[in-house]
């Protein structure tokens, strides 16, 4: 296997752009649930959590994006999640929230829901697959039953059919294989969860597992790693390569610290300068830091925390 760098022929595609549009911020790794393909080992357990003066700095270089991206573990989790949430729609920045929608159940978090849809918060919600047994297997037993309630509960607050209220869905393979094509997929998402629950959404997002932290864990503990890496490997497309995330956005750990993307993370691959949010002060392009991990979002239609890039 290449180096994923050596796969790249065009040296500008291994820069970001002037203009970077997402700053993606991982609030912190303390989570409900424990799903197998999660890449950075989220759970009950973590005590990683950002803090309210980490999130003063994230204010301070959000005018320099488009779009605030806050994720986790379970970002809802974070004490300091509604606090973030409120100053950043008061700001007029658009948000996106990642969530698993099951947290969403538990006490002390029901009113999140219509806390969202009065900020406008886009949220992209985790949903491994459109059948019970395929997602409890992924994510843990009751996972389905509680996620087709909470998007009932958003369709009925307008989410996936207001269009001011943007409610995306994010499928990730259950096993070591790629997602198939994402329109198709759509499709068929939209069909099932339309006719057996009377669901709605904006948009599905197909990402490919990394492997990397649980799921990079559950393949070698099963011999499957080097099988898993030649498949990514050998589905390489150049043409998802000026599509890559990392391209456009910046990344946040939960201690502050600089990315290129969330994948980057859990590896420890910062940005050489400079090193924490803390200590940034202008936005400028700068050189990506790769790994043969890389290889995940580039195979296939590609993969980035949109979806599909080519």
């Keep these: 296997m290449k180096p994923f760098e050596a796969m790249i022929a065009d040296p500008a595609l291994t820069m970001t752009e002037d203009k970077l549009k997402i700053l993606q911020v991982n609030v912190g790794s303390l989570c409900n649930l424990a799903c197998k393909h999660c890449h950075v080992d989220a759970g009950s357990r973590r005590t990683e959590l950002m803090t309210r003066e980490t999130m003063q700095h994230v204010l301070r270089v959000l005018p320099n994006f488009e779009t605030l991206d806050i994720t986790g573990g379970a970002p809802e989790m974070n004490p300091n999640f509604r606090w973030l949430v409120d100053e950043v729609a008061r700001s007029g920045t658009h948000v996106i929230v990642r969530s698993n929608l099951v947290i969403l159940k538990e006490d002390g978090y029901e009113d999140i829901p219509e806390f969202l849809a009065d900020r ?25 039953k509680a996620v087709i309630s909470m998007l009932k509960r958003l369709n009925d607050l307008g989410y996936g059919r207001d269009e001011s209220l943007t409610l995306d869905l994010v499928y990730n393979p259950g096993g070591a294989f790629l997602p198939p094509a994402q329109s198709d997929l759509e499709a068929e998402y939209r069909h099932r969860l339309r006719e057996d629950y009377g669901i709605e959404f904006t948009h599905l ?41 990392c391209r456009f956005q910046l990344s946040v750990g939960w201690d502050g610290r600089l990315y290129d993307c969330d994948f980057n993370q859990p590896l420890g691959l910062a940005i050489d300068e400079p090193q924490n949010i803390s200590e940034l002060h202008h936005i400028r392009a700068r050189k990506i830091k790769f790994g043969n991990h890389c290889y995940a979002c580039t195979a296939g239609s590609g993969s980035s925390c949109g979806g599909s890039t080519a």
Excluded: H
């Design 120 to 144: 406008k918060v886009e949220i992209a919600a985790s949903l491994p697959y459109y059948s019970e047994n395929d997602c409890d297997r992924q994510r843990g037993k009751g996972t389905f």
């Design 205 to 245: 997002f197909t990402i490919t597992n990394n492997p990397i932290g649980r799921f990079g864990e559950f393949l070698r503990r099963t011999g499957n790693f080097d099988r898993y890496m030649k498949r990514l490997c050998d589905a390489f497309n150049p043409a998802t390569l000026a599509g890559m995330m």
